[in-house]
């Protein structure tokens, strides 16, 4: 009987670690996180320059190019890449809109591992037009940003108003 248990033992304690070992997520340097938000952050960065900038192209560059990908607005969910692009197109190619700017006053930047990372960022719609006139809009963006054939894409994005904005 002791001899069966040790057997076991020395199978089973193999086994486990093995297991164990194969389950664990590779723990990060605080390094390797410093580097992957700086890559995030400037992939972002060029979102807002090309959202300020009412270059839906630009914008597109940095969403990822696949039927998987969403976006939430105005509580629509948009799904698939060209799909949000005829969205961003309408709204930025719209000379109602051109007068609007996006300026945040926090981003937040979590790294999950290697090829994942979540954004959150809060802020404003400036000069946005509205029926009153121009006015700020207080804003909330959460974004899925991975690395996909070696690029820092957003996989999934929300924005958030206490306002319905776009009316297209």
């Not at 194969?22 to 390797?32: D, H």
Request: contains cysteine; charged residues 25%.
């Amino acid at each position: 009987m002791k001899n069966l248990m040790l057997k076991v033992a020395f199978l089973i304690v193999p086994l486990i670690s093995f297991w164990g070992c194969q389950n664990t997520t590779n723990e990060l340097s605080e390094s390797e996180k410093d580097s992957i938000t700086k890559e995030v952050r400037s992939e972002f960065d060029k979102v807002i320059a090309a959202a300020n900038n009412h270059d839906a192209d630009a914008m597109m560059q940095i969403q990822w190019n696949s039927e998987d990908y969403m976006y939430v607005g105005n509580g629509t969910i948009t799904k698939g890449w060209e799909s949000m692009l005829k969205g961003f197109d309408s709204v930025h190619s719209n000379p109602k809109y051109q007068s609007f700017t996006v300026d945040l006053d926090e981003v937040i930047i979590r790294v999950i591992d290697r090829e994942a990372a979540m954004i959150i960022a809060g802020g404003y719609f400036n000069n946005f037009p509205t029926e009153e006139g121009p006015k700020s809009i207080k804003l909330a963006l959460t974004y899925l940003m991975q690395k996909i054939d070696g690029n820092w894409v957003i996989t999934v994005g929300h924005e958030s108003t206490k306002e319905d904005l776009f009316n297209l």
